[in-house]
T-cell receptor, first 113, second 112 residues
Framework: NAGVTQTPKFQVLKTGQSMTLQCAQDMNHEYMSWYRQDPGMGLRLIHYSVGAGITDQGEVPNGYNVSRSTTEDFPLRLLSAAPSQTSVYFC????????????FGPGTRLTVT | GESVGLHLPTLSVQEGDNSIINCAYSNSASDYFIWYKQESGKGPQFIIDIRSNMDKRQGQRVTVLLNKTVKHLSLQIAATQPGDSAVYFCAENGLGADGLTFGKGTHLIIQP
């Protein structure tokens, strides 16, 4: 299994541009999440999905959209990039049931100028 | 708001010594806690977890202790090795159905 994969690894955007961060997992996990990690801070939940067709907001959802059309994929869209969205973005997945153990992707480092 | 935090941003230990990384949480509704290790440039990696109905759980060279009375969580690493150098995060399921609330992290530095 490849686990959780993310593309791209690095991205530079200008303010106002839009883009999609890709995330895929091949473990047939029901749950998928997007986090952002800023210097000196822990990870903060942006959006999550408990299954295909179902998404919900996390702690910091503003400026981001998600969709879950398949079990495998969970893209994160930045509608109009702002410098405040400069961060490292991590996608994670986990099985259903009682375990909260999440498997994280390698991250996408995004810089908005 | 309620959050998970760590007492020290950096912890320096001698190779071979035991490391203890502490975490305080404030959401009394959380019933699941997890420790992650994050090496530079990589995503967090699961180390060990514990449910609120337990006080202690052991893995390979690692032990997690949970004190619900004072809302305190700790990670003990035995015989610390250079490969243990990383940032360690505690997390709790304080967000309910999904997603974890993470602490800010402790950078563990191993002295030769």
């Amino acid at each position: 299994n490849a686990g959780v994969t993310q593309t791209p690894k690095f991205q530079v955007l200008k303010t106002g541009q839009s883009m999609t961060l890709q995330c895929a997992q091949d473990m047939n996990h029901e749950y998928m999440s997007w986090y952002r990690q800023d210097p000196g801070m822990g990870l903060r939940l942006i959006h999550y999905s408990v299954g295909a067709g179902i998404t919900d907001q996390g702690e910091v959802p503003n400026g981001y959209n998600v969709s879950r059309s398949t079990t495998e994929d969970f893209p994160l869209r930045l509608l109009s990039a702002a410098p405040s969205q400069t961060s490292v973005y991590f996608c994670a997945s986990r099985t259903g049931g009682g375990s909260y153990e999440q498997y994280f992707g390698p991250g996408t480092r995004l810089t908005v100028t | 708001g309620e959050s998970v935090g760590l007492h020290l941003p950096t912890l320096s230990v001698q190779e071979g010594d035991n490391s203890i990384i502490n975490c305080a949480y404030s959401n009394s509704a959380s019933d699941y806690f997890i420790w992650y290790k994050q090496e530079s440039g990589k995503g967090p990696q699961f180390i060990i977890d514990i449910r609120s109905n337990m006080d202690k759980r052991q893995g390979q060279r690692v032990t997690v202790l949970l004190n619900k009375t004072v809302k305190h969580l700790s990670l003990q690493i035995a015989a610390t090795q250079p490969g243990d150098s990383a940032v360690y995060f505690c997390a709790e399921n304080g967000l309910g159905a999904d997603g974890l609330t993470f602490g800010k992290g402790t950078h563990l530095i191993i002295q030769p």
